[in-house]
T-cell receptor, first 115, second 115 residues
Framework: EAGVTQFPSHSVIEKGQTVTLRCDPI?????LYWYRRVMGKEIKFLLH????????ESGMPNNRFLAERTGGTYSTLKVQPAELEDSGVYFC?????????????FGPGTRLTVL | AQSVTQLDSQVPVFEEAPVELRCNYS??????LFWYVQYPNQGLQLLLK??????LVKGINGFEAEFNKSQTSFHLRKPSVHISDTAEYFC?????????????FGQGTTLQVKP
């Protein structure tokens, strides 16, 4: 079974540009999560999808961030326009169902650098 | 609100020595507790979790953790570490009830195993 995959692995952009990150969850996993780790800080929750619906988007920092999950399969996270403070590692995770004791399976992350 | 504190950012240890990585949490509601590990260039992987019952939890790769409710701690231990245990370790909690799969992480502890 393939794990959670993320693309790209690295992205370097200039302030003001747009970047789109993609996450492919494990097949059959209805729940998809985005997290972010800014350098030196803890990993922070961004949002939680159940299929194509946003279950919880309380961690989204501002309206420059847009997450979508059309069709309930892969998800994209767009940052537009990017700011310096958006630099960090963006992790995606998935789980088969939403029971909170279940393991979330994480992808390797996308390292975003905004210059 | 919940919070997680990992008391050591880096823990250097010699191979075959025992190790303890400390984690304290704060929460006004019941939580499940997790330890994840991130090896270089990989996603986070679940080591173990505490849901209920016995306070000593065994995980993969010889790791175990003990839940202490009175001290609100969930320290991770291994009696004898290997070079391959060099990685970053994350303690995390999630609310037992509610409708979000939001994991709350500590800042991470880098375990450096020396030969």
């Amino acid at each position: 079974e393939a794990g959670v995959t993320q693309f790209p692995s690295h992205s370097v952009i200039e302030k003001g540009q747009t970047v789109t990150l993609r996450c492919d969850p494990i097949s059959g996993h209805d729940n998809l999560y985005w997290y972010r780790r800014v350098m030196g800080k803890e990993i922070k929750f961004l949002l939680h999808f159940v299929k194509e619906s946003k279950q919880d988007e309380s961690g989204m920092p501002n309206n420059r961030f847009l997450a979508e999950r059309t069709g309930g399969t892969y998800s994209t996270l767009k940052v537009q326009p990017a700011e310096l403070e958006d630099s960090g590692v963006y992790f995606c995770a998935s789980s088969r169902d939403g029971r909170r004791h279940n393991e979330q399976f994480f992808g390797p992350g996308t390292r975003l650098t905004v210059l | 609100a919940q919070s997680v504190t990992q008391l050591d950012s880096q823990v250097p240890v010699f191979e075959e020595a025992p190790v303890e990585l400390r984690c304290n949490y704060s929460s006004s509601v019941s939580v499940y507790l997790f330890w994840y590990v991130q090896y270089p260039n990989q996603g986070l992987q679940l080591l173990l979790k505490y849901l209920s019952g016995s306070t000593l939890v065994k995980g993969i790769n010889g790791f175990e953790a003990e839940f202490n409710k009175s001290q609100t701690s969930f320290h991770l231990r291994k009696p004898s570490v290997h070079i391959s245990d060099t990685a970053e370790y994350f303690c995390a909690v999630i609310k037992v009830s509610g409708n979000t799969g939001k994991l709350i992480f500590g800042q991470g502890t880098t375990l450096q195993v020396k030969p």
